[in-house]
């Protein structure tokens, strides 16, 4: 069955820091690959998508990620993290045929002290 | 308007109680989908609908019991529920049958608590 796995269940940084969320998920078939954001109290929220094309895909609120097909990988990447950012992050997989559903990753808890 | 909107916000039930919870959405989406969200857990899955027909259920206890009366709406039943069934119920959308490729949009959700 499909998974996807985040390694990091909590993380916590200084504002001004460097993020990355690591996300691997397994799927030998064609995958679109998500990640979510859930601020505190509020909804979800698309961070960023990727389906085709361009490995690097770049989201709102100065958020990046990189798909590795021959990792697996779709790790999620800021260059500086601001208090605000503090959320929890969810990856989400949705394969193409096969099992129609988004399987979403545990999720990773993030804290940005000021 | 990207937006989903689902109420009430927060439900206290008893186990005997009948209760429904709703979801409306404006953007012409075809597809709706019913997750359930404990706590410190992703969502889970539970119904999609798409075209107004249910098209998954994931194995869903028949104390859960959905309905999509048009294509703005999306209800779920709730009847003799269990404590364990606490938790953060959301509400999504996409735009057509619910494929591979289609981005969904998520209401705030309800809170809901078993007693």
């Known amino acids: 069955a499909q998974s996807v796995s985040q390694h990091n269940h909590h993380v916590i940084l200084s504002e001004a820091a460097s993020l990355e969320l690591g996300c691997n998920y397994s799927y030998g078939g064609t995958v679109n690959l998500f990640w979510y954001v859930q601020y505190p109290g509020q909804h979800l929220q698309l961070l960023l998508k990727?389906?085709?094309?361009?490995?690097l895909v770049k989201g709102i609120k100065g958020f990046e990620a990189e798909f590795i097909k021959s990792k697996f990988s779709f790790n999620l990447r800021k260059p500086s993290v601001q208090w605000s950012d503090t959320a929890e992050y969810f990856c989400?997989?949705?394969?193409?045929?096969?099992?129609?559903?988004?399987?979403f990753g545990a999720g990773t808890r993030l804290a940005v002290h000021p | 308007d990207t937006e989903v909107t689902q109420t009430p916000k927060h439900l206290v039930m008893g186990m005997t109680n009948k209760k429904s919870l709703k979801c409306e959405q404006h953007?012409?989406?075809?597809?709706m989908y019913w997750y359930k969200q404990k706590a410190k857990k992703p969502p889970e899955l539970m119904f999609v609908?798409?075209?107004?027909?249910?098209?998954i259920n994931e194995s869903v206890p028949s104390r859960f019991s959905p309905e999509c009366p048009n294509s703005s709406l999306l209800n779920l039943h709730l009847h003799a529920l269990q404590p364990e069934d606490s938790a953060l119920y959301l509400c999504a959308s996409s735009q057509a049958s619910g494929g591979a490729r289609e981005t969904q949009y998520f209401g705030p959700g309800t809170r809901l608590l078993v007693l």
């Open positions: 953007m012409g989406h075809r597809a």
């Open positions: 990727y389906f085709s094309g361009d490995p």
């Open positions: 609908y798409s075209y107004e027909k249910l098209s």
């Open positions: 989400a997989v949705h394969t193409s045929g096969g099992y129609n559903k988004l399987i």
